[in-house]
């Protein structure tokens, strides 16, 4: 009997049946899908690169238009920005629940075309429809491209050993903004509204663009940032995991230098969430050449983005592992991320009237 899990594949499914089906070998695909890895890139031009990415349309209308727009498209932006390559292109596929009304769609969709105009990104292609059996949040799903120098993207599996690990934001802060977003008032019963202020003051906060631009800017590779990644389902540990995984090393982590605001602890505390392990999207994990890792704080600083340095690559033969108050144990997945356990049982308090 087939196992029903709620969440992305895990890596063993991932590995055991997507991985051994990825349809025709083509020599110009010079990343291909890899578990931790945000893009797919190929080659289309002596010199000229292209990162992609695909994900679902996140859309939950209580957030209002403007706002559950903003986040679905920067989703999707988020991953193709840690390709450290220029956002261009986006495909979008809606199916939308039949009783969105036009003037709904027209709301949304408007949202979507100026969330991406300030990103710089034109909508070539997508589909749009209403259909029995759809519902919110899962809407459909959308790809977004990015172009430029094929010897200027950075995928995960780039980090080397040497290099320094970067955090930027903190821990769960998608998890958090989102439980806000969604539960102000019992929230507040809980933290008190001062706390759920903060918490959803981070929505706009869940984008890695702003520090994925910086780092282009910055340098890459041998000048400075030799790997990104978006930290979402498994939350920073996950997402640090990933990181070493796809580039064969090990790692070392100090749990203790992971930045955690106080709205992040206080809700997590409260709703039962790991932080370390909880959906953060809008926290850039990136590896950067060790002397240059204090240069790339004071960037992300200059723009007033918070981050530390959390650790370091190691050999492969090094292992992976976390130091938590001061002893080490090794860095393991998370499994499934607490969020969606978490975020269900309110969901369904909240349906029941509780």
């Known amino acids: 009997m087939s196992q029903q899990v709620t969440g992305k594949a895990t890596p063993e499914l991932f590995e055991r049946v997507i991985l051994r089906r990825l349809g025709a070998p083509d020599a110009d695909v010079l990343t291909p899908p890899k578990h931790g ?10 010199g000229v690169a292209m990162a992609l990415t695909t994900d679902p349309v996140f859309v939950v209308p209580t957030y209002g238009w403007e706002r559950a727009a903003w986040f679905a498209v920067h989703i999707l932006a988020s991953d193709a920005a840690t390709s450290g390559l220029p956002l261009r292109w986006m495909a979008v596929d809606l199916n939308l629940p039949p009783e969105l009304d036009d003037e709904g769609l027209t709301q949304l969709w408007d ?53 320094a690990i970067v955090v930027t934001k903190g821990a ?9 977003a969604t539960f102000p008032e ?16 981070l929505f706009e906060q869940m984008s890695v663009v702003p520090e994925a631009e910086i780092a282009r800017a910055f340098g890459v590779r041998d000048a400075g940032v030799t790997a990104m990644h978006d930290a979402t389902e498994g939350g920073v540990l996950g997402g640090l995991l990933e990181v070493a995984v796809a580039s064969g090393n090990g790692m070392r982590i100090e749990l ?57 690559v190691l050999s492969p033969g090094a292992g992976r592992t976390l130091v938590r108050g001061g002893m080490p144990e090794p860095l393991e997945h998370p499994g499934l991320d607490p969020f969606w356990g978490a975020f269900g049982s309110w969901a369904a308090a909240a349906a029941a009237g509780a």
């Open 186 to 201: 019992r929230l507040a019963e809980g933290v008190g509204a001062d706390v759920v202020e903060a918490a959803d003051a």
């Open 256 to 312: 203790d230098a992971i930045p955690i605001r106080p709205e992040v602890r206080a809700v997590c505390e409260h709703v039962g969430m790991d932080p370390y392990h909880a959906i953060s999207e809008g926290t850039l994990i990136a590896t950067v050449v060790a002397d240059r890792a204090d240069a790339y704080l004071r960037a992300l600083a200059d723009r007033g983005i918070a981050a530390a340095v959390v650790g370091e």
């Open 172 to 180: 769960a802060i998608e998890a958090t903004a989102l439980f806000a």
């Open 37 to 46: 890895v945000d893009v797919g890139v190929v080659r289309v031009a002596d």
């Open 111 to 163: 949202a979507f075309h100026r969330t991406c105009e300030a990103l710089g990104i034109s909508i070539v292609t997508g589909h749009t429809a209403r259909y029995d059996g759809c519902a919110w949040p899962m809407v459909g799903g959308a790809t977004c491209i990015a172009l430029g120098p094929a010897d200027a993207y950075v995928t995960p599996e780039m980090a080397r050993p040497g290099d």
